[in-house]
Nanobody, 124 residues
Framework: QVQLVETGGGLVQAGGSLRLSCAASGRTGSMGWFRQAPGKEREFVAAISWSGGSTGYADSVKGRFTISRDNAKSTVFLQMNSLKAEDTAVYYC????????????????????WGQGTQVTVSS
């Protein structure tokens, strides 16, 4: 089992930026970011293949968020720009065995390892 630790959350004003990091303790395949706002179900945000060559985004964050990874440091990043109040949520990093983004990479049921989450609060 892979241990995942997210950092970088915090309080930011609308229009601002944050960069989340997710450090993995072992080898991972493709990885994703999900988020859960109070009273809502967890939702997909972004995913990246093992090589970094393929990425996928939720429509709500396209053009504002960028996912990337540094395999030498076993770390995945989520750069969040032009933040909105509706981006407020706990953000979770997740990993799965498949190296590619083929298949249902936007479903949380396809990820076997999860971090503890980091809170992102955007004030309007």
């Amino acid at each position: 089992q892979v241990q995942l630790v997210e950092t970088g959350g915090g309080l930011v004003q609308a229009g601002g930026s944050l960069r989340l990091s997710c450090a993995a303790s072992g080898r991972t395949g493709s990885m994703g970011w999900f988020r859960q706002a109070p009273g809502k179900e967890r939702e997909f945000v972004a995913a990246i293949s093992w090589s970094g060559g393929s990425t996928g985004y939720a429509d709500s964050v396209k053009g504002r968020f960028t996912i990337s990874r540094d395999n030498a440091k076993s770390t995945v990043f989520l750069q969040m720009n032009s933040l909105k109040a509706e981006d407020t949520a706990v953000y979770y990093c997740a990993a799965r065995a498949s190296r590619s983004l083929f298949g249902n990479y936007y479903s949380d049921s396809n990820y076997g390892d999860w971090g503890q989450g980091t809170q992102v609060t955007v004030s309007s």
